[in-house]
């Protein structure tokens, strides 16, 4: 599976940005089916670690938010679209960083926000996307 991420830019704090990740790919025929994935959003501030903000789950009922998420952040998906969102508001200075989505087949998707395996090991990750918050 691939996926890519869209819709980054620059913003005022208090300012929203929704970003996109579409999945494309995947071998149907062994099960990798979009709509079979958890999805995550991942955020990279320079010099700093990949940090889980948001996941959902496979049919898109059940999300979990990092609390640096929380409140402002908001993860959906449209299965029929094999895409998954990012809708911010209220965006601050220290939201700035590079955003990465991701999917995994097997894990749920509270393990893949919370990192209880490496980062690497998940099935698929996008090439990021920089996003940008000025005071």
């Given at each position: 599976l691939?996926?890519?991420?869209?819709?980054?830019?620059?913003?005022?704090?208090?300012?929203?940005?929704?970003?996109?990740c579409?999945?494309?790919?995947?071998?149907?025929?062994?099960?990798?089916?979009?709509?079979?994935?958890?999805?995550?959003?991942?955020r990279?501030a320079p010099?700093?670690?990949?940090?889980?903000?948001?996941?959902?789950?496979q049919?898109?009922?059940?999300?979990?938010?990092?609390?640096?998420a929380?409140?402002?952040?908001?993860?959906?998906?449209?299965?029929?679209?094999?895409t998954?969102?990012?809708q911010?508001?209220?965006?601050?200075?220290e939201?700035?960083g590079?955003?990465?989505c991701?999917?995994d087949?097997?894990?749920?998707?509270?393990?893949?926000?919370?990192?209880?395996?490496?980062?690497?090991t998940?099935?698929?990750?996008?090439?990021?996307?920089?996003?940008?918050v000025?005071?």
């Amino acid at each position: 599976l691939q996926l890519v991420e869209s819709g980054g830019g620059t913003v005022q704090a208090g300012g929203s940005l929704t970003l996109s990740c579409a999945g494309s790919g995947g071998d149907r025929e062994v099960g990798e089916k979009w709509e079979e994935y958890v999805v995550g959003w991942f955020r990279q501030a320079p010099g700093q670690e990949r940090e889980g903000i948001t996941c959902i789950n496979q049919n898109g009922q059940d999300t979990f938010y990092t609390d640096s998420a929380k409140g402002r952040f908001t993860i959906s998906r449209d299965n029929a679209k094999r895409t998954a969102y990012l809708q911010m508001n209220n965006l601050k200075p220290e939201d700035t960083g590079l955003y990465y989505c991701s999917a995994d087949l097997f894990l749920s998707h509270q393990e893949m926000c919370r990192k209880s395996y490496p980062l690497e090991t998940f099935d698929s990750w996008g090439q990021g996307t920089q996003v940008s918050v000025s005071s």
